[in-house]
């Protein structure tokens, strides 16, 4: 078949790589808040649906046992519609929470195994001078989605709610069946137009599942043999503990009544603010980081880093305290935090890139990423239960202590000079 055009894929692609993730993560603690869970509920059980992310390194060796990237990756976008659907038609149902809950957990599943599938599509149908060059152009199809997700999506279904006489359920569901239609499409129009790489095929003469099996634990203990493991690990767990803490209790502050302590934004307030603005500022942050580190090399820029991903939390505790009105105000606060966010966040990838260095470096990432969703699952399960305790106020107070850890575990780095810096 004739070589299809990069640009024909890669966009929606990633496109379609990042949409189900927000829904994961954004529009589920969204639904449930207006459908009246508490916080601790909320974060409790939205917490868990990180697990696939977390466990996906050990079934992605698999994935080459079994079919090829390109069926996976249409597969799984089938998938992801019927899920889309799920969540739509058992979201009006008596038993929504529970029915609901099992479809975005066949959401996330999908999703994490999507995501393997598509990267390493990528690296099989692109080559390496095309790697390069559509890098940056996979990242902003991947962060419009989630200016979508997590903005145009909640705006939208708040304009809905207004139209339908604030129906919650029904709004929802149809987002959800426009999701459905939208995966669908994706599905036929990627099974039509991705390319058919000679390296991705079927093959017939398949290694036992043992081999694989005892290949990925060869893998897994040359990971944990590495040096400064027990920094690395507690790095990647807990450098982001303040964020991990904030980000779900941020999305319930910004909305929550007056009476509760909350800012009550409206769901297109909210989508304007966190959706719009704050992911304008976390893709700036990120952005400019990035360049810094590529000029000066990560270790120079590790500290500053850190303060940028810790320091600017302290705007939650004004917003908190001071209650502003003015909208203009709000975004000054949120973008802030996202910027900060994004610029430290350049440290965090950028030190698992470091340390997964040398052989079995794909596998090692792969790890590495898991730790990464592993350090969000975990503060989740409590963080709703401790803001509904304490209240916001302290809560984010309680954060800005948190921000000693990820100072603590930085210290202990050690990061060679040249790493991240653009040769001469």
């Known amino acids: 078949m004739k070589d299809r055009n990069p640009w024909a894929w890669v966009p929606t692609l990633y496109f379609a790589e990042g949409l189900p993730y927000i829904a994961v993560t954004v529009l589920a603690i969204e639904i449930y808040m207006q459908l009246g869970l508490s916080d601790a509920e909320i974060t409790f059980y939205t917490s868990w649906l990180y697990l696939p992310w977390v466990i996906k390194p050990f079934w992605s060796p ?47 599943f999908s999703s994490a195994t999507h995501d393997v599938a598509a990267d390493g599509f990528y690296m099989m149908g692109l080559d390496q001078h095309e790697q390069a060059f559509f890098v940056g152009i996979r990242s902003t199809f991947y962060r419009l989605s989630m200016i979508v997700g ?72 040359t990971f944990f043999k590495k040096k400064q493991i027990f920094t690395a690990i507690a790095f990647m767990l807990l450098f982001r503990l303040p964020e991990a803490l904030l ?19 409206s769901p297109q307030e909210f989508g304007l603010v966190n959706g719009t603005v704050g992911v304008i500022g976390l893709l700036a942050g990120g952005i ?12 120079k820029w590790i500290w500053p880093m850190t303060f940028a991903i810790t320091i600017p939390n302290v705007a939650y505790v004004y917003l908190a305290y001071a209650m502003p009105e003015s909208l203009i105000a709000i975004n000054l606060c949120v973008f802030l935090e996202n ?30 990423t898991g730790f990464m969703a592993l350090s969000m699952l975990i503060p989740g399960l409590f963080a709703g239960a401790l803001a509904q305790y304490v209240g916001y106020r302290m809560f984010f107070i309680i954060v800005m202590l948190s921000c000693m850890m990820p100072f603590f575990v930085a210290s202990f780095l050690k990061i060679d000079s040249e790493f991240g810096r653009k040769e001469d």
Request: with cysteine; net charge positive; charged share 15%.
């Open 150 to 221: 997590k903005g145009v999506l909640i705006m939208l279904a708040g304009v809905l709610q207004v139209m339908f006489r604030y129906q919650i359920k029904f709004s929802w569901s149809l987002i959800f069946y426009g999701l459905t239609g939208l995966f669908i499409a994706f599905y036929l129009y990627h099974n039509f137009i991705l390319p058919h790489p000679k390296e991705d095929v079927d093959h017939q003469e398949k290694p036992e599942v043992k081999v694989v099996v005892h290949d990925f634990l060869m893998t897994f203990a």
């Open 62 to 108: 698999f994935l080459d046992l079994y079919k090829t990237k390109r069926w996976w990756i249409t597969t799984m976008q089938l998938l992801l519609g019927s899920a889309f659907a799920g969540v739509a038609f058992t979201i009006q149902a008596d038993w929504w929470l529970q029915g609901s809950i099992c479809f975005f957990w066949m959401l996330a």
């Open 339 to 368: 910027f900060g966010y994004g610029f430290g966040f350049s440290a965090y990838m950028l030190f698992m890139i470091y340390f997964s260095q040398g052989e079995h470096k794909t596998s090692h990432y792969a790890l590495c």
């Open 288 to 299: 400019i980081g990035g360049m810094l580190v590529s000029r000066d090399g990560l270790k």
């Open 247 to 265: 980000t779900p209790i941020s999305q319930l502050f910004l909305q929550a009544q007056s009476s509760k302590g909350g800012l009550g934004l």
